[in-house]
Each structure stands twice: as C-alpha cells, then as structure tokens.
C-alpha cells in the first residue's frame, strides 16, 4: 500500500520492507567473509572496522563481546556462528593478524616504514605524507610517501591506501586514520587558525598561605 497522495509507501508497507530487509540481512551475514563485506561497505575498509568496532578499546584483540556489540549495531544475529567459524584461540579473543592477515601485515609493515631513521611515525607522516600540513593524504601523496622511505613488499601503496581508508568513498587519509593521535594541539604548533595570536594563559604557579599551606595562581 502507498499513500496516494505523495506515492510513498504506507508506514505498515514501510514497516513491512524494513523488517523483510532485517531478515535478509540475517540470512546473508552467516559467514565471517560476509560480514567482512559487511563492514568494508560500512566502515570502508576492515582496518577501520577494527579500530571502530571491533576493537573499540584499543587492547589489540576483539572478544566474543566486542564480535557481539558490533553484530548488534549491525543488525547481524548470526554472532555464536561467526564466533566459532573465527575458532578464538585459548585466550578467547581474536587478534587482527587472525582476523585478516592481509590488513595486519600490511599495518605493520607500514608502521615500521614510519619509523624509520628512528623517528615518531608522526614525524615521517609529516614529512612524507603531509608536507604542505594539510592534514589531507589522497592516493598519489600516498604512493609517492611509500616509494620515498622505501616502498612496501606486502602489498603495492595504492592497495595499502584502500586497505586503511576510513570510510566508504573517502579519498584522503590523516594520520589519526591510521595511528593513535594522542596529542592533537601539536598539529598546530602555532596555535588553531582562529587561536594564533591569542595570548596563552601561563602555567600555574604556588604560593605560600599564612597558614603554611599552597594555592595555586595564574599570572
């Protein structure tokens, strides 16, 4: 049924399609290479899945709770399937390198690629893949970046590019697509664009009270 007025289904058609499309996505992801494909259609690639869902906590290993929780807001049901089609080790998480091999080697492969001359991975990305401070990496920059600290045997830098790209029909990567960024002011050691220039508040200082105690003092 539709509404005859503006030619759009119902709220019971609509109803009716959104709980046939939930079923069919049951009866589809029932095997750990579905939701696979699941996710990359979701989150763009599995490197972002994992950091997102998977492994939301950041510990490394995703545990049948973590596989249950992203199931859920997925929409999948199949989770005691696909956990044991994943055979969890003795510990009874899943590392990434389990998970998919492929996206595992080629992270650290790159990781190691950024740290190269003994610098912070923070430090080559700048260099390499972020010279003009744009906190914009497309595909060419990327390639060109590899190929400079040395290249990559897993995998060419076009696909390592797609294996890390964070969201579906995302063309550029930034450095926290791939790696932690815990400090994020020291993306702009001159201040944010509409903060330079504005004088800084100075540290703290103590200061004696009468009674032999500190209080803490801007100046």
């Given at each position: 049924?539709?509404?005859?007025?503006?030619?759009?289904?119902?709220?019971?058609?609509?109803?009716?399609?959104?709980?046939?499309?939930?079923?069919?996505?049951?009866?589809?992801?029932?095997?750990?290479?579905?939701?696979?494909?699941?996710?990359?259609?979701?989150?763009?690639?599995?490197?972002?899945?994992?950091?997102?869902?998977?492994?939301?906590?950041?510990?490394?290993?995703m545990s049948q709770v973590d596989l249950a929780n992203a199931c859920r807001f997925l929409g999948v049901k199949a989770i005691v399937t696909l956990w044991a089609q994943l055979t969890p080790n003795e510990a009874g998480h899943v590392t990434l390198k389990e998970f998919d091999p492929e996206t595992d080697a080629v992270f650290k492969e790159f990781e190691q690629l950024v740290r190269k001359d003994g610098k912070l991975p923070k430090a080559n990305w700048r260099e390499f893949f972020d010279s003009g401070r744009t906190f914009r990496c497309d595909e060419g920059m990327f390639e060109r970046g590899c190929e400079?600290?040395?290249?990559?045997?897993t995998c060419s830098?076009?696909?390592?590019?797609?294996?890390?790209?964070?969201?579906?029909?995302?063309?550029?990567?930034?450095?926290?697509?791939?790696?932690?960024?815990?400090?994020?002011?020291?993306?702009?050691?001159?201040?944010?664009?509409?903060?330079?220039?504005?004088?800084?508040?100075?540290?703290?200082?103590?200061?004696?009270?009468?009674?032999?105690g500190q209080d803490l003092a801007f100046f």
């Open positions: 049924a539709t509404d005859s007025t503006q030619g759009t289904p119902s709220p019971r058609a609509h109803a009716k399609m959104l709980c046939e499309a939930s079923h069919e996505k049951d009866k589809i992801v029932s095997t750990v290479d579905g939701l696979k494909k699941l996710l990359v259609s979701k989150y763009g690639s599995i490197f972002s899945a994992w950091r997102t869902v998977l492994d939301g906590d950041h510990n490394g290993r400079k600290l040395g290249g990559l045997t830098p076009k696909r390592a590019f797609r294996l890390f790209r964070p969201e579906p029909g995302r063309h550029h990567l930034e450095y926290a697509d791939i790696f932690p960024d815990h400090d994020r002011n020291d993306n702009f050691p001159e201040g944010r664009p509409k903060q330079v220039g504005v004088p800084r508040m100075s540290s703290p200082q103590a200061h004696e009270t009468p009674d032999g």
